[in-house]
């Protein structure tokens, strides 16, 4: 398995607060990804990162931010929280060689009251 | 822009029974193509991939065949059993692009 680390696994939150998720890798893989996970919609892409400090958005970006200081860390931060952020977040990492699959975390699921 | 559309779900069968789970997609380009498996509680797991026409991936006796002329990825296994119960996930990523394109996700229950 590919080593992924996603904290905390779970969170119950209250609206308008700060949340930050973190995702960690010990592949050194240079791409990392977030996605939210809703019944019905799959997973969707918010933010992905293809470098320390070089990240882009998503097809869901708005209402989250990210960073990534280290190629082994890519934090999400819910500025915000909203109950439309109630969700599971996935992080994936992916490399350059060979076809690019991605490999995921175990996931978080936020629950925003 | 690129799509994935699988078949609607839930899909239960019994142990034993042939499965097939439809997969299409739309791209612009010559994309590769994903089966990935998600067990209750856990993150997505590759099941298996093709990165050409005509190619067939295959893994823990699934299939899936590259097919460009129809724009589809179809899953198929022979037997199932119980512990295949899972949500089936396929996607795409674009000819020179990082990120993937996820269908909707096929929720498939085996009953013994």
């Known amino acids: 398995d590919a080593g992924i680390t996603q904290s905390p696994r779970h969170k119950v939150t209250e609206t308008g607060t700060p949340v930050t998720l973190r995702c960690h890798q010990t592949?050194?893989?240079?791409?990392m990804y977030w996605y939210r996970q809703d019944p019905g919609h799959g997973l969707r892409l918010i933010h992905y990162?293809?470098?320390?400090?070089?990240?882009d958005k998503g097809e869901v970006s708005d209402g989250y931010s990210v960073s990534r200081s280290k190629t082994e860390d890519f934090l999400l931060t819910l500025e915000s929280a909203t109950s439309s952020q109630t969700s599971v977040y996935f992080c994936a990492i992916s490399d350059t060689s060979g076809s690019h699959e991605q490999y995921f975390g175990p996931g978080t699921r936020l629950t925003v009251t | 822009g690129n799509s994935v559309t699988q078949m609607e779900g839930p899909v239960t069968l019994s142990e034993e029974a042939f499965l097939t789970i439809n997969c299409t997609y739309t791209?612009?380009?010559?994309?590769?193509l994903f089966w990935y498996v998600q067990y209750p509680g856990e993150g997505l797991q590759l099941l298996l991939k093709a990165t050409k026409a005509d190619d067939k991936g295959s893994n823990k006796g699934f299939e899936a065949t590259y097919r460009k002329e129809t724009t589809s990825f179809h899953l198929e296994k022979g037997s199932v059993q119980v512990s295949d119960s899972a949500v089936y996930f396929c996607a795409l990523r674009d000819q020179g692009a990082q990120k993937l394109v996820f269908g909707q996700g096929t929720r498939l229950t085996i009953n013994p």
């Open positions: 791209a612009t380009g010559y994309p590769s």
């Open positions: 592949e050194n893989h240079r791409y």
């Open positions: 990162s293809y470098g320390v400090k070089d990240t």
